[in-house]
């Protein structure tokens, strides 16, 4: 993909949602002479204003826009307006930086008008086909258990037949298969995943994303996964966003919201990587209660609730 089309789109987008409403905003805070107010450089409407010229507004005016905008608006502002003096300053970019920069327009776009969405969402739909590896048995795998996991690569067409009966399924070293988890996920969601990648997917629409992940049973009725921050950038977009715990069987997924996993993050098992963040996570079943450990002997959080039934 074009790296100079890609950071134009990103920078015209965040403009045609930061114009109309800088420019309401500060006239409706200030008056006729909102430009005088605001400084000698912002002449003429802010529709007309480049992008630093609108983020510096917003950010050394924020307390017009408080209380308006969502919250965490403030911070992806300021992230905006880090990617764009990387860009001025010609510095180089990763797929990762870009990725990230098409991630921040798109949200920062979502927060102030959803209507002009629609080219950034389908820009970061490509990346992340681009940047992720497609979910991938062991080398070891048997023939039938592949030919297994490509049965129900398309949910459009298992949605509307009956259920597979999940306990016959073949597991791959102890594990249940990636595909019939999501298959139960997006059942359970009533959601048809178009876009799958790595170990996420979404939907067409970015209705909905998940971070589905498996694990075999351990000793002692235990379970651990090892969470990316990558994983969860990819699927923070979504406006429903979930990290799915598949636990030995298509039967038994904790489906956590994001926003909860986010909380527990700081209070996981780090594991850093060359792909940036990560973290172990690590779950058990004592009768039938479920709880995610967090660091510190005894410390565990209940999330019973999350099961699907």
């Known amino acids: 993909m074009d790296t100079d089309k890609i950071v134009r789109e990103c920078r015209e ?7 109309p409403l800088v420019g309401k905003s500060l006239q409706a805070a200030y008056g006729t002479n909102w430009q005088t107010r605001c400084g000698p450089e912002y002449v003429g409407q802010a529709q007309t204003w480049d992008l630093q010229a609108l983020l510096k507004a917003m950010i050394a005016h924020w307390h017009v826009f408080d209380g308006q905008l969502p919250r965490g608006t403030r911070s992806l502002v300021h992230e905006m307006k880090d990617w764009r003096n990387h860009v001025a300053h010609e510095r180089a970019m990763t797929p990762d930086d870009l990725f990230r920069l098409v991630d ?30 497609e979910p991938h048995l062991p080398a070891s795998s048997t ?40 298959m139960r996920i997006a059942l359970k969601l009533d959601v048809t995943f178009s876009i799958k990648t790595g170990r996420c997917a979404l939907t067409s629409d970015a209705a909905c994303g998940v971070c589905c992940l498996v694990s075999k049973q351990h000793a002692n009725d235990r379970y651990w996964w090892n969470l990316r921050e990558r994983q969860l950038v990819a699927i923070s977009s979504a406006r429903a966003a979930y990290v799915a715990l598949a636990c030995g069987t298509p039967d038994t997924i904790l489906l956590v919201p994001l926003a909860n996993l986010r909380e527990w993050t700081p209070m996981f098992n780090p594991k850093p990587g060359e792909d940036g963040a990560g973290w172990h996570v690590h779950v058990e079943c004592s009768g039938r209660r479920w709880s995610v450990l967090l660091q510190g002997r005894g410390n565990k959080v209940d999330v019973t609730r999350f099961l699907i039934t």
């Not at 258990?145 to 597991?171: C, E, F, I, M, N």
């Open 104 to 133: 921040t327009a798109l949200r920062l776009v979502r927060s102030v008008d959803n209507t002009k969405s629609a080219g950034l969402q389908e820009i970061r739909s490509r990346l992340m086909l681009a940047l992720a590896p």
């Open 13 to 19: 987008s965040v403009k045609a949602a930061l114009g």
């Open 143 to 182: 023939r039938a258990s592949t030919d297994h996991v490509g049965k129900y690569d398309s949910l459009a067409d298992t949605r509307s037949g009956p259920t597979p009966d999940v306990k016959k399924q073949v597991h791959v070293n102890g594990a249940p298969p990636w595909s019939d988890c999501l």
